[in-house]
């Protein structure tokens, strides 16, 4: 690859058609020196157009081609650099090496391969990106031309000898259609944005007949023959659309098609969840709890993406209105897509949308009777296994988690003779003295440590596995059977923490973020905003 780089024309060519200043759609004599931005492709974006139009170069119009692109790959840009590139694309200089193509509409040695480059979209929101991305590339006036306003506009950029670049819609060449016969024997490329059905469609017969000069029962004609059925999804035929376009001497189709859905969501998988599941693997057997929860959220990104076909719009199409949509409606299920939106947002897949947290609701609360009652029964019944005794009171009096409680060690907590203290993040905290015993009398009977492999093991509530701790799912049916519903409990402690102390005092009591901590305190009614308040006067 350095190679291909560092080659001397390469280079040149590199700082004279690729590097280019990322205004932001500001005037240039508007940004500020500190704020000044370089574009500079990166190595597939340009090689995809180097190979293009090295291609098209040698052997004219006429061709069509079909480029994909990845999560994140940068096609806007990549679509500009390759339109820009057409536009001044002149056929070689040594006659000996200009192509059958070429000659057969004409083209000489050092002649401009197609009179104009014409960029298509069938997305309005699109056409406004591709439109501000292009225009930052190339900043002779005239040379660019935005279709913005009506049919006429787009007709006389068409007729126009300035123009080289025409941005539209796919929309909007039906109306003029059978205005624009006099482009006959014009060369054209068309960039098509996305490959979409609408572009092998009725919309598409229109363009077809405009660029190639055809007219009446002859246009229709050529335009049918070349198009196939429709029927199936549009991105399991992407490349059978390029070719059913059909072959015209003076027209080159290139169609940039975004990454199929079920590639998408291969690259979701792999690299969120197959990734954390090969880390849990490396300290043994993976759970069928974080397995199930990858399967699920998977499911529901596949639901999405689905959902949104559905509604005629791409991942990249996606907007506010349809994520509040999906969020609004549909069971409950739904917010599992959550972290497939964020890694879309952050592999620029999507905008910067807001993704709906997820708040416990009463469903999930429990009184704060019911709380002290599932203590009291917790701390004086000796028929609940021990282990069980601890870990109802961790969840119901510390707040803590499941997941965290089954992870504790016994360097977790600190043994005296007359007092029992426990870790549950970064400060010790007292053990109330009824608790205190039943913790002392747990570690010298711990289950599963009769064995060799367990003998000296760390955890506080070994597994029946050697060298594991006891399964959260184990658990958690477990304090489920002696009338300890985990989460509810959890989210209710905490809720009744955050009233008597704090938030800030108590995330870092208790190992959760501030911010969990305050919508907490935010729900349960707490006004420490006083607090603070009044602390900051009493030291004044």
Same mark, same amino acid.
């Given at each position: ?10 280079w ?5 058609s690729f590097?280019?200043e990322?205004?932001?759609?500001k005037?240039v004599?508007k ?10 492709p990166?190595?597939?974006q340009w090689?995809?157009v ?7 170069r040698?052997?004219?119009p006429g061709?069509n081609?079909?480029l ?6 940068g ?12 536009a001044?694309?002149?056929t070689?200089?040594d006659?000996s090496e200009v192509?059958?193509?070429a000659m057969?509409?004409?083209l000489? !040695?050092?002649? !401009?391969v ?8 069938d997305r309005v929101v699109l056409?406004r990106?591709?439109? /501000?991305?292009?225009?930052g590339? @190339?900043?002779?006036?005239?040379t660019?031309?935005?279709? @913005? ?6 007709r006389?950029?068409l007729?126009?000898a300035k123009?080289?670049?025409v941005?539209?819609t796919? %929309?909007?060449?039906p109306?003029v ?5 006099k ?11 996305e490959a979409?059905s609408s572009q092998?469609g009725?919309?598409?017969? @229109?363009?077809?007949?405009?660029l190639t000069?055809?007219t009446?029962? %002859?246009?229709l004609?050529?335009a049918e023959?070349?198009e196939?059925e429709?029927?199936?999804d549009p ?6 659309a390029?070719r059913?376009?059909?072959k015209?001497a ?8 975004a990454?199929?859905k079920?590639k998408?969501?291969e690259?979701f998988g ?11 693997a490396r300290?043994g057997?993976v759970?069928?709890?974080p397995?199930?929860?990858?399967k699920?959220?998977?499911t529901v990104?596949a639901?999405?993406?689905?959902w949104l076909?559905e509604? /005629?719009r791409?991942?990249?199409? =996606?907007?506010q209105h349809?994520i ?5 409606s549909g069971p409950s299920?739904r ?7 964020y890694? =879309? ?5 999507i905008?910067?949308l807001?993704v709906?947290?997820h708040k =416990?609701? @009463?469903r999930h609360?429990?009184?704060e009777?019911d ?5 009291r ?8 296994p021990?282990a069980?005794r601890?870990?109802?009171?961790l969840?119901?009096v510390y ?5 965290r409680i089954v992870?504790?060690t ?5 043994i ?13 905290l007292?053990v109330p ?5 039943v ?5 010298d ?7 060799t ?10 597994g029946?596995?050697?060298?594991r701790?006891?399964?959260?799912e ?6 489920r059977?002696?009338g300890?519903?985990a989460l509810?409990?959890?989210?209710t402690?905490?809720? %009744?923490?955050?009233?008597h102390?704090p !938030?800030?005092v108590v995330?870092?009591?208790l190992g ?8 907490y305190a /935010? ?18």
């Amino acid at each position: 690859m350095w190679e291909q780089v560092w080659q001397r024309d390469a280079w040149l060519e590199l700082f004279g058609s690729f590097v280019s200043e990322d205004t932001g759609g500001k005037a240039v004599t508007k940004i500020k020196p500190h704020e000044r931005r370089w574009l500079f492709p990166r190595f597939h974006q340009w090689h995809a157009v180097r190979t293009t139009s090295a291609h098209v170069r040698g052997h004219g119009p006429g061709h069509n081609y079909l480029l994909q692109h990845s999560t994140g790959s940068g096609k806007s840009n990549t679509i500009a650099w390759l339109a820009s590139t057409l536009a001044t694309l002149h056929t070689p200089a040594d006659g000996s090496e200009v192509g059958p193509g070429a000659m057969k509409v004409g083209l000489g !040695p050092d002649q !401009p391969v197609f009179s104009k480059v014409v960029i298509v979209t069938d997305r309005v929101v699109l056409d406004r990106q591709l439109q /501000d991305t292009v225009s930052g590339f @190339d900043h002779t006036p005239g040379t660019i031309q935005k279709i @913005d306003q009506n049919s006429a506009q787009l007709r006389e950029a068409l007729e126009s000898a300035k123009a080289r670049i025409v941005i539209t819609t796919l %929309q909007k060449f039906p109306i003029v259609a059978e205005q624009a016969t006099k482009l006959a024997g014009a060369r054209f490329a068309v960039i098509a944005d996305e490959a979409h059905s609408s572009q092998a469609g009725e919309a598409a017969k @229109d363009l077809k007949s405009v660029l190639t000069g055809l007219t009446g029962e %002859q246009a229709l004609k050529a335009a049918e023959a070349a198009e196939s059925e429709q029927e199936q999804d549009p991105q399991d035929r992407l490349a059978e659309a390029a070719r059913a376009r059909g072959k015209q001497a003076n027209l080159s189709f290139f169609a940039f098609t975004a990454t199929p859905k079920q590639k998408t969501l291969e690259m979701f998988g792999e690299r969120v969840h197959l990734r954390a599941l090969r880390r849990r693997a490396r300290s043994g057997p993976v759970e069928s709890g974080p397995f199930m929860q990858a399967k699920q959220s998977t499911t529901v990104a596949a639901q999405f993406l689905t959902w949104l076909a559905e509604r /005629d719009r791409t991942l990249e199409g =996606c907007t506010q209105h349809d994520i509040d949509a999906w969020y609004g409606s549909g069971p409950s299920t739904r917010r599992l897509v959550d972290r497939f939106l964020y890694w =879309c947002r952050a592999n620029r897949l999507i905008d910067q949308l807001d993704v709906p947290r997820h708040k =416990c609701d @009463d469903r999930h609360l429990i009184g704060e009777h019911d709380r002290l009652r599932i203590i009291r029964h917790l701390l004086t019944d000796d028929g609940i296994p021990d282990a069980y005794r601890i870990a109802g009171c961790l969840l119901t009096v510390y707040g803590q988690p499941v997941t965290r409680i089954v992870t504790m060690t016994i360097d977790d907590l600190r043994i005296e003779a007359d007092s029992v203290q426990i870790r549950p993040a970064r400060d010790w905290l007292d053990v109330p003295a009824p608790l205190a015993v039943v913790i002392k009398r747990h570690l010298d009977n711990r289950t599963s440590t009769s064995t060799t492999a367990n003998a000296h093991t760390q955890w506080l509530f070994p597994g029946y596995m050697p060298g594991r701790h006891i399964r959260r799912e184990s658990m958690g049916k477990a304090l489920r059977d002696h009338g300890v519903p985990a989460l509810a409990a959890k989210n209710t402690t905490w809720q %009744q923490l955050v009233r008597h102390a704090p !938030p800030q005092v108590v995330a870092q009591a208790l190992g959760i973020s501030p911010k969990t901590a305050l919508d907490y305190a /935010d729900r349960a009614g707490a006004d420490w905003m006083r607090y603070a308040a009044d602390r900051s006067s009493d030291r004044e």
